[in-house]
């Protein structure tokens, strides 16, 4: 009987904190922001480690999903620089050549003003860093955006409701493919970081991780030329899959890795040509070149070596590690791609997991919906550091007070000793997803953290 009752009354509980949750709740509000994050995240454990099933996977996450079809996005500001970018383009004009702040005079579209005073100052000085396809969705948006602003959202939400579908189903045919349990997809498409960042802010990582998942499909089946075709894709979504390439050099051979390649370098070319006249390519690489140099929010390693440059030299020393970044960054990709195996399925996804998590170690920024990247390997590869990250994460918030922007250095602190801790515990006893699924969820006989 409680059983029954709880199988019913938890999901309704989810429901309604996310239905809360896109129900006003401002970024300021930090109590009532975080305690429902948390509690929607603790009751989602629950019912997955007791009462999950596919059907029910599906439907309370197509629920909450749902919950913000007409939420205007109060946790970020970025979506007002998305449909900015798409004005500009049905102007005709690139959106890599020129500022808001430069074209806010000359030009006229519906609601711009409103968008360049509701990006913030920090993104109508700079230029755009949103790669290509992104372009092309935001482009898309704008046609929408005439009388009412929440039609582009609406439209951008159900892409990446489509998006977050064809995870699931594509995410279970490799789980399958691993010898792993569909139900394992729970903690992704539940994934309270993923349905808040993702549909109810507009940030397009679970778009990325999508098109990443069905190259990885056809990777693991060593099909080069489809591989590299979707990682094109994902890469024009988003830059980060770069990183993964050469993880895939060992276990392709080298005669499927150059046919990877190669179908990865013409597919992204197809995105950039259009985009790519004058000083765009120098212009876009200063402003990728912010995220080591300029731009800092919620870093772990970083914030410690920035406090002991103030203690040695009096000042913050974000420039120059900013030089140094992008080289330690390119080190860890040739140990992950070199020095590991990478042969096996298991092996490889590893490789990708920890080569990404160390790039969100050292850097500057990790805005809360980055960890995305992450929960699809942890859920792949049986480490639950990932899905902990998910929780603590959105801790971050709380730099967004009623009284301005200030960060909480002791709670930073807490929330990365909880990954950290759960980390190093993983690296030197045992992966714990198994805490997080239901019992013997991840077992020796079939996860793949049982090949070396």
């Not at 401002?26 to 007791?50: A, E, H, P, Q």
């Not at 000042?315 to 860890?332: K, S, W």
């Not at 007070?401 to 709670?411: K, M, Q, S, T, W």
Request: hydrophobic residues 50%.
């Amino acid at each position: 009987m409680l059983a029954a009752a709880l199988r019913l009354l938890l999901p309704l509980l989810i429901l309604t904190g996310f239905f809360m949750l896109s129900d006003g709740v401002k970024r300021s509000d930090t109590v009532v922001l975080l305690s429902l994050y948390s509690g929607i995240f603790v009751l989602l454990w629950f019912w997955i480690r007791n009462f999950n099933s596919l059907a029910g996977i599906l439907l309370i996450g197509i629920l909450a999903r749902l919950c913000f079809s007409f939420h205007l996005p109060e946790l970020s500001q970025d979506f007002y620089r998305f449909l900015w970018d798409g004005h500009v383009q049905q102007l005709g004009i690139n959106p890599y050549l020129y500022t808001p702040n430069k074209l806010i005079d000359l030009v006229g579209f519906p609601d711009a003003r409103l968008l360049v005073e509701k990006m913030g100052t920090l993104s109508a000085g700079n230029f755009s860093n949103y790669p290509p396809a992104s372009q092309q969705l935001f482009k898309l948006a704008a046609l929408f955006n005439q009388d009412q602003l929440m039609d582009p959202i609406v439209l951008i939400r159900f892409i990446y409701l489509i998006a977050d579908l064809l995870i699931v189903f594509v995410g279970i045919s490799l789980l399958k493919q691993l010898k792993l349990d569909p139900a394992y997809i729970a903690w992704y498409f539940l994934n309270p970081l993923l349905i808040i960042e993702g549909i109810g802010n507009l940030h397009g990582e679970g778009l990325m991780v999508c098109f990443t998942l069905i190259s990885l499909v056809y990777l693991v089946q060593r099909r080069s030329l489809f591989g590299g075709l979707f990682m094109g894709i994902a890469i024009a979504i988003k830059l980060l899959p770069l990183l993964f390439i050469p993880l895939f050099y060992k276990y392709l051979g080298w005669k499927k890795f150059s046919l990877f390649c190669l179908s990865t370098a013409l597919c992204s070319a197809c995105f950039w040509l259009p985009y790519w006249e004058g000083s765009m390519p120098s212009r876009y690489v200063e402003t990728v070149d912010l995220w080591f140099t300029t731009f800092e929010f919620n870093g772990s390693l970083y914030n410690i070596v920035r406090a002991l440059g103030y203690q040695l030299k009096g000042y913050n020393i974000i420039r120059q590690l900013g030089e140094i970044t992008p080289f330690v960054v390119a080190g860890f990709v040739l140990v992950f791609s070199f020095l590991r195996s990478n042969r096996t399925p298991a092996s490889l996804l590893k490789s990708m997991l920890f080569l990404l998590s160390c790039y969100f170690f050292i850097a500057t920024t990790v805005h809360p919906w980055y960890i995305i990247n992450l929960v699809f390997l942890g859920i792949l590869t049986g480490y639950a550091y990932p899905l902990v990250w998910s929780l603590t994460v959105f801790w971050s918030y709380n730099a967004y007070g009623a009284e301005g922007f200030a960060e909480n250095p002791y709670l930073q602190f807490v929330a990365y000793l909880v990954v950290y801790g759960t980390f190093i515990w993983e690296l030197v006893k045992e992966p714990l997803g198994e805490h997080f699924q239901k019992p013997n969820f991840f077992s020796t006989e079939f996860s793949p953290i049982s090949s070396r």
